[in-house]
């Protein structure tokens, strides 16, 4: 009834308006609530006639875009501590980096502002693919069974692998320092730098060679890689498009027993 009432009386009162033009200003009391309608129907250049909603908090609250959340496609070379790939008697350390990708599925980004949209830290959650292939036919096994153990490359004179890879994958969150040049993240460049960490998930390694019939051989295991990484990025674009390059600060596999090997990382990234 209240409801019918309030909308009988708003009929009424648009009918009223209506018959009592001459009057600029028409006042309606409803409890509580004062309409007040203006006519400028008698003005030249006659305004549109409105109603203004009691002042309140228009602010919506902004979400401060990072570049983090996407799709990355790299290429891995292994390192030594001399920045060369020049691993002594473990040669089957140099890999092969042209089949040794990287893929980064990062799900999850927040952004911490610090000066609007223009700077701020960027965190989030991602999943790294990581596969080092292996070059010359090189087996790689275990010396011992812990994951700490020693790992030896052994070359195989019988056998041409077309796969030859050690996969690891990765759950990462990234810490970053990152800047754009303009609020809105379509039309801005950006830069980020700060570190990466993770923690391996899982590994195998995966061979595979034909010899008149595809053959494939594929273990489960730790192979020597350490369980944590570290990594520092940069990651630069416009848009939605970039590049992004990244470095261990941890070497790949344990190292008291095997050559330090540190994984350098480059490509290309589509931010979501």
């Not at 009432?5 to 009162?13: D, F, N, R, T, Y």
């Not at 030249?44 to 203004?52: M, S």
């Not at 800047?179 to 061979?207: E, H, L, M, T």
């Not at 295991?221 to 848009?239: A, E, H, I, P």
């Amino acid at each position: 009834m209240k409801k019918t009432a309030i909308v009988l009386c708003m009929v009424s009162l648009h009918a009223f308006a209506q018959k009592e033009v001459k009057r600029d200003t028409t006042r309606m009391n409803m409890g509580q609530v004062e309409i007040i309608l203006i006519d400028h129907s008698g003005e030249v250049g006659g305004k549109l006639d409105t109603i203004d909603a009691a002042p309140g908090d228009s602010k919506e609250d902004k979400d401060f875009e990072a570049h983090w959340a996407g799709l990355d496609m790299g290429f891995l070379m292994l390192m030594n501590n001399q920045f060369n790939q020049d691993f002594g008697i473990a040669d089957y350390l140099k890999n092969d980096i042209g089949r040794s990708m990287v893929w980064n599925l990062n799900v999850f980004e927040h952004k911490f502002p610090i000066a609007k949209e223009y700077l701020g830290i960027t965190t989030g959650l991602g999943l790294s693919f990581t596969q080092v292939a292996f070059r010359d036919n090189y087996v790689i096994q275990v010396a011992q069974g812990d994951e700490g153990s020693e790992l030896v490359g052994i070359q195989d004179t019988l056998i041409n692998y077309t796969k030859n890879k050690l996969k690891a994958t990765y759950l990462t969150v990234p810490l970053l320092l990152e800047f754009n040049s303009n609020a809105d993240s379509d039309k801005s460049f950006y830069v980020a730098a700060g570190v990466v960490g993770g923690v391996k998930i899982a590994s195998r390694y995966k061979r595979a060679y034909d010899d008149g019939k595809s053959m494939v051989s594929v273990q489960k295991g730790q192979f020597g890689l350490q369980t944590f990484r570290l990594d520092g990025t940069v990651r630069l674009g416009y848009g939605n498009w970039g590049a992004f390059a990244s470095y261990g600060l941890l070497p790949l596999f344990y190292t008291n027993v095997n050559p330090e090997a540190n994984p350098l990382i480059f490509g290309l990234t589509l931010n979501f």
